[in-house]
């Protein structure tokens, strides 16, 4: 009760700012900004194709074979969907990418293996693109603003917490989870997997990490679909009459990028997004109304991708997340 109450006032605030925002901003100018997008917003769809593809291609050299490459990208498709819209972080889309492999006959296992491997695997390449943008970040902009030292500072404490993570992974962590949530109290077998279940994905998590040709591929994939979102920034930018270069638009992306990964708390970062857009683009001299314009077409395009992950689920059927990690035959 209290962590809904919890999400509840984070919505709230977020939709707060947001209509501060929207109150405080040139509404005309920014209007004139999205409307002169106009029917180019349907190619500008196209980099965010790109980097889907991309993410699941790294996906790709992880999971387990049997699954065609089509399949993935929808499975892919509907579980980001379910990332953005539910207050979760991602302890809503990814278990549902796991339970929608099993559809191939992927033991839930190796399933939850892939995810997490994967899912982490990306999210250091998500860091290093952050550095990146940081590094180009005191080039573009004239002083520090609040953007940039909010940026280095998500950036540092999001490399530390990944570090931490994935050393936890290599030794154990769904066991150690699984130790101190009993110690605490747990006993019901109806929500608890059993221990041998856990220890099974921990030896498939870690035996995924040892495929370091995979991982490394996983890692250069999700790291090229990371930089295709700064061309993406850019492709908006020129649309919309503000055009940058590529290195600015890496800024701003990399910047954008941080304030979603502070912010994940908040449902779908409603209101954040908007407000450390336009503090990204005042400390880049840009103006309050282009950030809005283009925080309103990022909005649009991930309406659209949200739809086609929840058109995927209907059309699949929501699957049901149960069972424990198999156990291998004559384990």
Not at 108 to 126: C, G, I, R
Not at 243 to 248: A, G
Not at 255 to 280: D, H, W
């Amino acid at each position: 009760m209290k962590r809904s109450w919890g999400k509840l006032a984070a919505f709230c605030l977020g939709l707060f700012l947001l209509i501060w925002i929207l109150t405080h901003v040139g509404f005309e100018e920014t209007l004139a900004q999205v409307r002169q997008v106009g029917w180019s917003f349907s190619w500008l769809l196209l980099p965010s194709l790109v980097m889907s593809v991309l993410f699941t291609a790294g996906w790709w050299w992880i999971v387990p074979p049997g699954v065609p490459f089509g399949h993935l990208f929808l499975i892919r498709t509907a579980g980001e969907a379910i990332n953005v819209v539910t207050p979760l972080a991602y302890l809503g889309g990814e278990p549902l990418k796991a339970s929608l492999l099993r559809r191939f006959g992927i033991p839930l296992s190796d399933a939850l293996a892939s995810v997490v491997v994967s899912k982490t695997t990306a999210t250091f390449a998500y860091c290093l693109f952050i550095f990146l943008g940081l590094a180009a970040a005191p080039f573009r902009m004239e002083e520090a603003s609040s953007a940039l030292v909010g940026g280095i500072g998500a950036g540092l404490f999001l490399a530390l917490s990944l570090v931490v993570l994935y050393y936890g992974q290599r030794r154990g962590l769904f066991s150690l989870l699984h130790r101190l949530i009993h110690r605490l109290g747990a006993r019901g077998e109806t929500w608890m997997p059993k221990r041998e279940g856990v220890e099974i994905l921990d030896g498939k998590i870690a035996t995924l990490y040892r495929s370091r040709q995979a991982v490394v591929a996983c890692f250069v994939l999700s790291l090229v679909g990371w930089l295709v979102t700064a061309v993406e920034a850019h492709l908006f930018l020129w649309a919309m009459g503000t055009p940058v270069d590529l290195v600015t638009a890496l800024v701003i992306q990399a910047l954008f990028l941080g304030v979603k990964a502070a912010t994940f708390f908040v449902p779908a970062n409603l209101g954040t997004q908007e407000g450390g857009t336009v503090l990204i683009f005042l400390g880049l001299g840009m103006s309050a109304e282009a950030a809005v314009a283009f925080s309103i077409l990022r909005r649009a395009r991930e309406v659209l991708w949200i739809l086609a992950g929840i058109a995927v689920l209907a059309r699949s059927g929501w699957p049901a997340l149960q069972g424990q990690p198999e156990a291998e035959p004559g384990s």
